[in-house]
């Protein structure tokens, strides 16, 4: 796992058509170059698409625009943060209720200057078991000019030989602040217990560029478990979850932030996080290892809170009890 500074800007690209054909040439995935018996890979119902546009009316933002194509969904925008009633959370939803073998989904998200704008899953995402092809998924997020954006997804959940490999960029104006957040879970380890990273493959590249600036950092991993295993020393260590948060914000706020925020190694109560500078003083990383799921949550919960509070001045609602 390594995080990197890049001199060169991202082209644009389609994100569709960068789904289409992302893990074709991707060496973690040349062994799953074959077509699944039943439905093509790609094909309609297995090619995804959403697009969520966020826009600032009036003393609040709203979701502006809206596209779709199965299995990707979305819910009507609500506005249940107390703490920022002018927030709107929105939550994504899979008609198909997991990711499938031949799947090929794009999300775009893009907020505009002085808009806000917060997304989630309704569930953790999993990712099924494969005996053919592999998944795909490719993620743009842009914020604008003084743009807010908070994308926290419920954790992903890869089942026993499953294959996926996603691409996402973050693209934030210098004056706007981008918090993404991913959980990985080690598997179904309580279904059974070679499902504990039982998956084939799990590829993941982030990109952040500034808005018109170009590429400002690069992280790459890809887990193979079958081939190297996960629990070395420097890797997972014993640990069955890895959440991972980047946060884009201008640099006055990262001291403040990072203050807030020692690093912690708990073996006993198997945790372990802290929080890192990026490159080209783009933001700031925050990691966290753990055997728990709520404990995961909780601890990138608290560097939500604390971001929050110190870019905005404003505080996170009481959590849900079902969440």
Not at 100 to 126: E, M, N, Y
Not at 150 to 159: A, R
């Amino acid at each position: 796992m390594r995080t990197e500074s890049g001199s060169h800007g991202l082209s644009p690209q389609n994100s569709r058509e960068l789904a289409a054909h992302i893990g074709t040439s991707a060496f973690e995935l040349a062994n799953y170059q074959n077509e699944p018996a039943q439905m093509r890979s790609g094909a309609p119902g297995k090619n995804g698409y959403l697009y969520l546009g966020f826009e600032q009316r009036g003393t609040r933002s709203v979701l502006a625009n809206m596209e779709h194509q199965v299995p990707c969904l979305v819910q009507k925008a609500l506005y249940w943060d107390e703490e920022m009633p002018h927030l709107p959370c929105v939550t994504m939803i899979s008609t198909s209720s997991c990711i499938l073998q031949g799947d090929r989904l794009a999300l775009d998200v893009h907020v505009a200057a002085g808009a806000c704008g917060h997304i989630t899953t309704q569930s953790a995402t999993k990712i099924h078991s494969m005996n053919a092809n592999y998944a795909a998924q490719v993620q743009h997020l842009t914020v604008e000019e003084n743009g807010y954006l908070e994308f926290m997804p419920d954790p992903i959940i890869p089942h026993g030989h499953a294959r996926y490999i996603s691409d996402t960029r973050l693209c934030c104006h210098p004056s706007g602040t981008l918090i993404y957040s991913e959980i990985l879970m080690s598997g179904r380890k309580y279904h059974r217990a070679e499902e504990r990273f039982g998956f084939d493959v799990y590829s993941s590249t982030i990109r952040a560029e500034g808005l018109n600036q170009g590429e400002l950092m690069t992280e790459r991993y890809v887990l193979t478990p079958h081939q190297e295993k996960l629990d070395a020393v420097g890797v997972m260590q014993g640990f069955d979850l890895f959440g991972n948060v980047i946060l884009l914000t201008p640099q006055k706020h990262h001291d403040r932030i990072m203050a807030r925020l020692p690093a912690q190694f708990c073996p006993a109560d198997a945790i372990a996080s802290g929080v890192s500078r990026l490159p080209n003083q783009a933001g700031l990383i925050f990691k966290v290892l753990g055997n728990d799921s709520a404990t995961v949550k909780h601890e990138i919960r608290e560097f939500w809170r604390i971001s929050r509070e110190e870019i905005l001045g404003i505080t996170l609602p009481a959590p849900f009890l079902w969440r």
